[in-house]
């Protein structure tokens, strides 16, 4: 597909689209729905045909469900918590730039926080519809950007808690993430 500057997108793994800006020979600079320009690979977008566009979590997560998006990687671990019986998921996710993409050496700082958060937003929407109940974000500790923009992001969810996970495994770069559901009996630690 080729695109053209002025022609309507949506965005594959994330809720939105935008309005193509420029075109290079492997990507398209997008304005995306808050008015920021996101250069996006040619299989992160597809065109809109027709006025309105609109993807919601589900959707996303039917794109993602043979996992052939490469940037989507998760590890599920059952863990038995303490004095419960029952096994527990964990999904957890690595948003080091080197575990999201193969290369990075072209992105700027704010491309590279952007590219982040955006694999944060398809993650937690995954989990969600699969009413995963904790999750870990690794973000590491390098000068807090990160944590700050996954923290940020935390506080706007609703019926969640976080807090800094477990030291002895993740040291002081990752967040724990506990998502309750209505209906659901949820057991704390």
Known sequence: MRYKPGQKIVFMNEPGGGVVQSVGDDYVVVMDDSGFDQKCRLNEIAPVHGEEYHLNAEDIVAINEDESYATIRHQVRKGVLTGKRKAVDVWEIDL????????????????????????LRTFFQRAKSKRIRKLVIIHGVGLGVLKEEVRSFL????????????????GKGATAVEIFYSGSEILHD
Do not use: C, P, W
């Open 96 to 119: 080091h730039i080197e575990e999201i993409t193969e290369s990075h050496s072209n992105l700027s700082n704010g491309e590279i926080v952007m590219k982040q958060m955006r694999e």
């Open 155 to 170: 506080d706007k969810q609703a019926s969640i808690d976080y807090f800094d996970a477990d030291f002895r495994e993740y």
